[in-house]
């Protein structure tokens, strides 16, 4: 069994920063890449930004430059810096994994976290 959970969400105003963690736990062998998504409401879910497991980093046109994707392998953990936050990063964020959960599993498992509200208000 694996669980992911993320924390760190709230109101902030336009122009203002805010961290999202996620922490993995459970029944986990290793842990290939984790990554942000965003739903925001009437859309679909977004991708936002992905950091494999020796730290190489992607993001999404809408968040380059403001946005910040990290790990710490030992935690099992990623976090996401955002910065200079917009009215249109208001959604859910959804924690991600690639989750190997024993020896000579052919491939990782999709794992997502329940979501964290992120509201940009003044």
């Known amino acids: 069994q694996v669980q992911l959970v993320e924390s760190g969400g709230g109101l902030v105003q336009p122009g203002g920063s805010l961290s999202l963690s996620c922490v993995a736990s459970?029944?986990?062998?290793?842990?290939?890449?984790m990554a942000w998504f965003r739903q925001a409401p009437g859309k679909q879910r977004e991708w936002v930004a992905t950091v494999s497991s020796i730290g190489s980093t992607t993001y999404s046109e809408s968040v380059k430059g403001r946005f910040a994707i990290s790990r710490d392998n030992a935690k099992n953990t990623v976090d996401l810096q955002m910065n200079s936050l917009k009215f249109t990063d208001t959604a859910v964020y959804y924690c991600?994994?690639?989750?190997?959960?024993?020896?000579?599993?052919?491939?990782?498992?999709?794992?997502w976290g329940q979501g964290t509200q992120v509201t940009v208000s003044s």
């Open positions: 459970g029944s986990i062998f290793s842990i290939n890449d």
């Open positions: 991600y994994a690639g989750i190997v959960t024993r020896a000579l599993e052919p491939r990782p498992q999709n794992y």
